[in-house]
């Protein structure tokens, strides 16, 4: 099984802030990487596929790199609706997701 | 527009069998490169995938609940059930239904998620 190590697991931050949040990868998987949104009592929200493809509708301050076994999740200028947390999925083989990342702030 | 929705019980009591429900529309299975998958979420924790079915009826499942796990489809009723056995107070969890394209690819739509409980 491939594991997702996703860090950090916490993150305070100030509006304006550039925000970067990392998931490592046990293995190469290429770029099947997606990145999500979930606030509280809701869904989580597509916001990068393929690792660096950002979904239609999501603001441009939100962007995502990587290949391999390393990849970033970064917010250029962090924004108070931004307060969620965030997750890495691979779906290179099977599916897993990364513990979280909770952004307060 | 794609829109998924999970239903099944919100209680269960322990050993029992859980039957989850996801009815969709703006897609078909009959489409190739199709499929939806499950993922759950324990209150206050982290996403965890269960299991996907394929366009093709390819099953997948986590390799840690796969002994406990069935999924299937129904064409013509635009439906995806899950099954889960022997359920225990740490299935307690949210669990949603999503979309997603065919192999490697991800889940690009949600369902709102069910929340059941396990309790006696």
């Known amino acids: 099984d491939i594991q997702m190590t996703q860090s950090p697991s916490a993150l305070s931050a100030s509006v304006g802030d550039r925000v970067t949040i990392t998931c490592q990868a046990s293995q190469d998987i290429s770029n099947y990487v997606n990145w999500y949104q979930q606030k509280p009592g809701r869904a989580p929200k597509l916001l990068i596929s393929d690792a660096s493809n950002l979904e239609t509708g999501v603001p441009s301050r939100f962007s995502g790199s990587g290949s391999g076994t390393d990849f970033t999740f970064t917010i250029s200028s962090l924004q108070p609706e931004d307060v969620a947390t965030y997750y890495c999925h691979q779906y290179h083989d099977l599916h897993s997701f990364g513990q979280g990342t909770k952004l307060e702030i | 527009q794609i829109t998924l929705k999970e239903s099944g019980p919100t209680l269960v009591k322990p050993t029992q069998t859980l039957t989850l429900t996801c009815t969709f529309s703006g897609f078909s299975f009959s489409t190739s490169g199709v499929s939806v998958g499950w993922i759950r979420q324990p209150p206050g924790k982290a996403l965890e995938w269960l299991a996907v079915?394929?366009?093709?009826?390819?099953?997948r499942y986590s390799s840690s609940l796969k002994s406990r796990l069935s999924i299937t489809k129904d064409i013509s009723k635009n439906m995806v059930v899950l099954t889960m056995t022997n359920m225990d107070p740490v299935d307690t969890a949210t669990y949603y239904c999503?979309?997603?394209?065919?192999?490697?690819?991800?889940?690009?739509?949600w369902g709102q998620g069910t929340l059941v409980t396990v309790s006696s």
């Open positions: 079915i394929y366009w093709d009826d390819d099953q």
């Open positions: 999503a979309h997603g394209g065919g192999y490697s690819y991800g889940f690009d739509q």
